[in-house]
């Protein structure tokens, strides 16, 4: 079992009479990859913010790499880095020149880091651009290179991929795997973006309305993401009668549209289209097919109200 590097138990933060955050609990392993997933004001932005320092719980305990008390975690807060909401950099400074300044404030000796994370975020060719006249995604880069200066074990995004196109997308997922893999870094990334971080994370934290709705591995989740024969009839009412009484089906669901989505027997699929038939039932669709990461949390946020 990895190593526990963070662990969040019961953390509450309140807003006059709202909570931002509502007994929230849950832990991060040494060399994972974490998608933190859920709506915009779901509580991503603030649980990133309270393990960044820049915001205070009202009560639960925060642990970083073994410390709990303020000095114990500013001092974790050294192993880590953060991109928390869109970077902010200089308008009027080149990125070389942002990250220059971050080296010195950061006390960095080594000047060369600057060329190597500019080119790690391919950057490196930007030249006397300014920050201003950056694209969405160009900044999100700086502010990825800026996180990376320190040499960190934990990097904390807050949508990182946010204003990257389809091709930068790819570019930094691969990015975040080599980091993972090759530097041995753990992350944490959020995203409302679920289909992008179904390529990417090893563990996931559902959250929605400040209260964790769930967390998983990326195998719990591939299970739980269970495959389903899409089931549509002449007569989907009788066909649901059917399945129950002929075929034992437990695990059912009837959508909007009045089709099935059947969840078990479907390693036996040959006899529930043999069952409809001979019960009169002529199907009209009969697909294999899978829920998706989208699908699932807004499945679990319903369950969970």
Known sequence: MSEIIV????????????KGLDDVSFSIRKGSIVGLIGPNGAGKTTIMKIMGGLAFPTSGVLEMYGATDE???????????FMI???????KMTARENLEKQRLQKGIPDKGRIDEVLEIVNLADTGKKIVKNFSLGMRQRLGLANALMGRPELMVLDEPI??????????????FRKLNKEDDITIVISSHILSELSLLCTDYIFINGGKIKGTFTADELRKACSEYYHIDTDNNEKAAAILVNKCHINHMEAMEDG????YDGLDDILNISKSLYEGGVIPTSLTLNEVNLEEYYMKLVE???
Do not use: C, F, W
Not at 7 to 18: E, F, H, P, R, S
Not at 165 to 175: C, F, S, T
């Open 7 to 18: 662990d969040v138990k019961n953390l509450t933060k309140q807003y006059g009479k709202q």
């Open 71 to 81: 000095k114990g975690l500013n001092h974790a807060r050294t192993r880590m880095s």
């Open 85 to 91: 909401e869109t970077p902010y950099e200089k308008e």
């Open 162 to 175: 946010n204003g990257l196109d389809p091709e930068g997308i790819v570019e930094i997922r691969e990015l």
């Open 259 to 262: 089709s099935l989505r059947v």
């Open 303 to 305: 369950e969970s109200e």
